[in-house]
């Protein structure tokens, strides 16, 4: 009962799919018909589903002249009419079955209640006449083998009876539903294509028919696996790709495209910029705190990634299209396909990083460049490592050439802890035209594994945006380290021997003209 709904959309689906193009919001379908070449030669695309959008209807010809095109839109209920009537008919009939096999059940009952009564006046007759002198045995056995026979003869047919009940109901259950299911279908809008062509010469002519179709889109998904022994990380990139548009897309090769063709390509327009002033009354400047994330060009180096598995990538000027390389069959019913696009192997560096300020853990992360043939879109990333699956990241929009990082899992048996020293202000300068505010902080690190670990510890400092407010490390700040002017961010590399624990120390001042309101600080 269940594969009814694809077996019906069968029957209308086209089978002259020539190629599919999916966007992330909608989809490029291409029909192709051949045709003979004579005077007013059509070439004739029949059931294009109502999804399809009639502006969008593009036709061409290598061997002939497109000459016109004609849609037209028409319901589908002669094409279901036929299969409607013998639907219909066959109901009917189980209908009148089932009420006459209700009333010989209810017969059935009826005979089943009168062998019963039958066996109680034959053990009453019995009874009584056990207490008389000479007892009629024979006429004992008769009267209970009749009750008994009627009752067997009840129970059967009651049991027969109740089993054909059983086996219409269900036929008249799955009747129903295909009866719902053409007449929705009936319901429904198609359009009928004519293409006129002109052809230079005799033969035969092959006819393209392209249109966009809405409800139909692809969203990408990866798998990441870890194989930390010979450096790299193997990035599969796979598409979920679904359509509701009723037509079946069965055995075409798909080509997906970056691109949104529901976005504004027009570019802004610049406005006129004025300035203008007014008067305002003398204000004390507040101090306040921004927390933000800095983005900033970073080298990326050469790829260096691995094989694509025979992927073909298409540039499209600002969008890429991917060429699936197996042959897919998407049912036009809304169900996800899950497609894989591209098998791309990373080389990589593991390091242990951790942020304490975030969360006192430690993370075993890869950094990577995207060296596969297309830019990777956002999407959920399966995470394996060894041989166990470890959990679920986003992934950011990745341009190709560009580094991201990916996190396997955290380790428990290094250790550490964020501790905070010194958080405290104390005048400076003359007339206290200056106030300075002290932050210490040590870091307590612990490897418990049985072999060396270096430990990658990443901390912030502010960063002013002021010229009269500045922030400096501390002279008790632990040496190693790498600062990051543009982000704040302090950054040792700590190599701990098994069972080693080590103390890194963080100080920083930051120096405010005590004119400013400080309460953001």
Known sequence: MHSLPLMMLALVAPTKLSSVVVY?????????????CAPGALAVFESVPPAADPTSFRARSEEATVESLVAEERSREAAFGARSEAVRVKREALERELAE???????????????????????????????????????????LDA?????????????SREARVREVQRELGALREQAAFLAASAAWKERRVEVRIACTAEGRARVELQYMVGGAGWTPAYE??????HGHVELSTFAS???????????????????????????????????????????RKVLVRREERVEHAEAAGAPGARGADGLTAVSQGVSVQLLVPEVAQVPGDGSDVRLRVARTTLPTTFVW???????????????LVNGAPFPLLPGRVDLFRGAGFIGQE?????????????????????????????????????????????????FNLGNHLPRAEELELVEPIPVSELEDVTASLGEKTSGGHELNAVDGLITWKVKLQ??????????????????YDMDGL
């Not at 009752?151 to 059967?156: G, M, N, Q, T």
């Not at 802004?268 to 009354?281: K, N, V």
């Not at 990745?398 to 104390?426: D, H, I, K, N, Y």
């Open 24 to 36: 992330p919001d909608r989809a490029l379908v291409t029909r192709v018909e051949t045709v003979a």
């Open 101 to 143: 096999l209700m009333d010989a059940r209810a017969r059935a009952h009826a005979q089943l209640q009168l062998s019963e009564k039958l066996s109680d006046v034959a053990v009453e007759r019995v009874t009584r006449e056990l207490t008389e002198s000479r007892p009629d045995a024979r006429a004992w056995t008769t009267a």
């Open 147 to 159: 009750a008994l026979d009627l009752r067997l003869r009840a129970v059967a047919d009651l049991s």
């Open 224 to 229: 990441a696996r870890a194989d930390e022994a």
């Open 241 to 283: 790709v679904r359509q509701s548009t009723g037509e079946e897309w069965s055995g075409v090769r798909l080509a997906l495209s970056t691109a949104r063709p529901r976005a504004n390509a027009t570019p802004p327009e610049l406005q006129p910029l004025t300035l203008s002033a007014y008067e305002q009354a003398a204000q």
């Open 353 to 367: 990083r951790t942020v304490p300020k975030l969360r006192p853990l430690v993370f075993r992360v890869a950094r």
């Open 394 to 442: 986003s992934l950011e929009q990745v341009p190709q050439g560009a580094p991201f990082q990916l996190t396997f899992g955290l380790e428990e048996s290094l250790r550490v802890e964020r501790v905070v020293v010194r958080e405290v202000a104390r005048d400076q300068g003359l007339f206290n035209s200056r106030r300075r505010f002290h932050y210490a902080y040590r």
């Open 498 to 515: 098994p069972a080693e624990t080590r103390a890194i120390d963080l100080a920083f001042h930051v120096d405010v003209p005590s004119s």
